[in-house]
């Protein structure tokens, strides 16, 4: 198939709970009176929209549009109330780097559980370790554990471990945005490489001048729907000035 990534009329809803004090006179009045719905956000709703192989698209929008969850339903870590998510290949997740991570055990120890996780044998994992460790950078810390890391740290070691599983989706999402310049032009120069090798890629971000460089397609999410979509300078102008219009 041509399609790495389809959605069709894809909505999540998720479920507000709200404490309560816990007092005799709260739960009594609870049982004497009629249950109410639980209170409810629609956190997306009708996406629909197809990314094909070797493709880059873009998302941007707002804090709170959608987008996380979006990327969530699409890495299979959440599944839709409503609708349907395919995904065809090898997905190479960076919603956040390090995620997936044991704090309790060691880098070394992470790398296996983390590609495993993504798909790698033992023998695969094997092959890789010393580049791997070596992109990373992160010296002897590699055989400590990881609760004792940086936020950087556990940044080069979740980006190694993506660098070398090969994805045959990449999902990135604001993954640029910790570690020092040269961890960033070093995470630039590898999503460039998935790219140039006909990778598909599905990048969420703030930096309208990555997208820009990045990505030939952008979708806006506002509150939980498509506001727009084309080509990535059209969209980001749209977004800028902040006037929706119908999607595409």
């Avoid at 198939?1 to 816990?22: E, G, H, T």
């Avoid at 023998?123 to 010393?130: G, I, R, S």
């Amino acid at each position: 198939m041509d399609c790495a990534i389809r959605l069709c009329n894809v909505s999540k809803c998720y479920r507000i709970v709200r404490q309560q004090p816990f007092l005799a006179s709260t739960l009594f009045r609870a049982l004497l009176r009629r249950s109410r719905p639980p209170d409810v956000h629609w956190a997306l709703r009708d996406i629909s929209f197809d990314v094909q192989k070797g493709e880059a698209v873009g998302v941007i929008g707002s804090n709170g549009s959608g987008k996380s969850t979006l990327l969530s339903l699409i890495a299979r870590t959440s599944y839709p109330t409503s609708g349907e998510v395919h995904v065809h290949g090898r997905v190479g997740p960076l919603l956040e780097l390090g995620a997936g991570f044991a704090p309790e055990l060691t880098g070394l120890e992470n790398i296996y559980l983390n590609a495993s996780l993504l798909g790698l044998q033992r023998k695969e994992v094997d092959a890789k370790l010393d580049s791997i460790i070596a992109y990373a950078g992160i010296g002897d810390f590699v055989y400590s554990p990881l609760s004792t890391y940086s936020t950087g740290m556990s940044a080069r070691l979740g980006f190694a471990v993506i660098a070398h599983i090969d994805p045959d989706v990449l999902l990135v999402a604001e993954a640029l945005s910790v570690g020092d310049q040269d961890f960033q032009r070093k995470c630039m120069e590898t999503m460039e490489g998935f790219k140039r090798r006909g990778k598909t890629m599905f990048l969420v971000t703030h930096d309208m001048p990555l997208v820009q460089r990045m990505c030939e397609r952008t979708i806006w999410i506002d509150k939980g729907r498509i506001a727009a979509q084309g080509p990535s300078a059209d969209v980001i102008a749209h977004y800028t000035d902040r006037s929706p219009r119908p999607p595409s």
